[in-house]
């Protein structure tokens, strides 16, 4: 172990205690890490960030819907990844679903947003041009989601009964490749159409590898899946037999899960890039994202399924936001 295994933990304590401070209506500055303060990080819990509760609150459980609806809903968002955009679309189109659903009528309004430089994916995922013969990536992604309407993949989706399965027939999509195949696997399984447990299995994106990397010279033989999944069933006893600056609150009860290790991992990463860069296996050399603060009311809810306080099928509004 590295001194970037000590930051890793103290990192998802603190960033997790900023997070409570904002709930409680605190007055900013939320931390007095200099790294946190100064720098973009996620949550230590995936489905707290932003654009996590707005799928949930406006993509998914804003309304009842059917499997097929939902699972095309999710994976339209998720692939531009953009609040914006996902507004923009609704404003011109119409809410999507699976019988009207017109790749040529979603591309011409992103044209539109295009033509005019407006940014029309999220730089949080690199999304790889599925090259379906359009002029455009745009074009491309909202052929492949038709092509998976008419194909019947989208349906098939529905019959997943683990959250692999589901994963595995997404890793089947063109461009999807294993990471944001997972990724999307996670965004489903909070619908209220699959049940499936967190803690199943993890994939590890480039970013928590360097992660990994950082913090371990050695992992003992255990291949990224398994140093993750060591983190994730080890955390509750760390932060209880360990002291730490600030103490671990859990997310109302639920312990951290496989994918907010995996992307703790990644911001281990960045992190480091500052606090430690001496421990450089590779990849970027700065953090790109400056924190700035966003002062718009905080709605929380979290899938109902989870038995949380807080339910996305009527979010609750704090203070500042995240």
């Not at 997943?160 to 461009?175: H, I, K, M, N």
């Not at 960045?270 to 790109?288: C, L, Q």
Request: aromatic share 12%.
């Amino acid at each position: 172990m590295t001194e970037v295994f000590w930051s890793y933990w103290r990192l998802a304590a603190e960033r997790q205690a900023i997070f409570f401070r904002r709930v409680s209506g605190e007055a900013g500055p939320w931390t007095e890490d200099p790294v946190l303060g100064r720098y973009r990080f996620t949550n230590a819990y995936r489905a707290s960030d932003r654009v996590s509760q707005y799928l949930l609150h406006h993509v998914i459980y804003d309304q009842e819907r059917d499997a097929l609806d939902t699972i095309l809903r999710v994976l339209l968002f998720k692939i531009f990844n953009r609040v914006d955009t996902w507004e923009y679309l609704v404003d011109r189109v119409g809410q999507p679903t699976a019988v009207g659903f017109s790749a040529e009528g979603y591309a011409e309004a992103l044209d539109e947003l295009f033509d005019h430089d407006r940014r029309v994916y999220s730089a949080a995922y690199i999304m790889p041009n599925p090259r379906l013969g359009g002029d455009r990536k745009h074009r491309n992604h909202l052929s492949l989601v038709e092509m998976l309407l008419q194909n019947g993949l989208l349906s098939d989706l529905e019959k997943a009964r683990s959250l692999r399965t589901l994963y595995e027939r997404l890793c089947e999509v063109p461009s999807f490749g294993p990471f944001l195949a997972f990724q999307y696997a996670i965004d489903l399984n909070y619908s209220p159409h699959f049940d499936f447990d967190e803690m199943e299995f993890v994939v590890a994106g480039p970013g928590a590898l360097r992660g990994i990397g950082k913090c371990f010279e050695d992992t003992g033989g255990l291949d990224a899946a398994g140093v993750i999944a060591a983190m994730a069933v080890s955390a509750t006893g760390f932060f209880e037999t360990t002291q730490m600056p600030t103490p671990f609150q859990d997310l109302w009860g639920r312990s951290l899960q496989l994918v907010d290790c995996q992307n703790l991992f990644c911001e281990v990463d960045k992190y480091a890039r500052v606090a430690h860069p001496e421990h450089s296996v590779g990849g970027p050399g700065r953090i790109k994202q400056v924190y700035r603060v966003d002062h718009r009311p905080l709605t929380l809810g979290y899938p109902p399924k989870w038995g949380l306080p807080l339910s996305a099928q009527a979010p609750s509004c704090f203070g500042a936001a995240s």
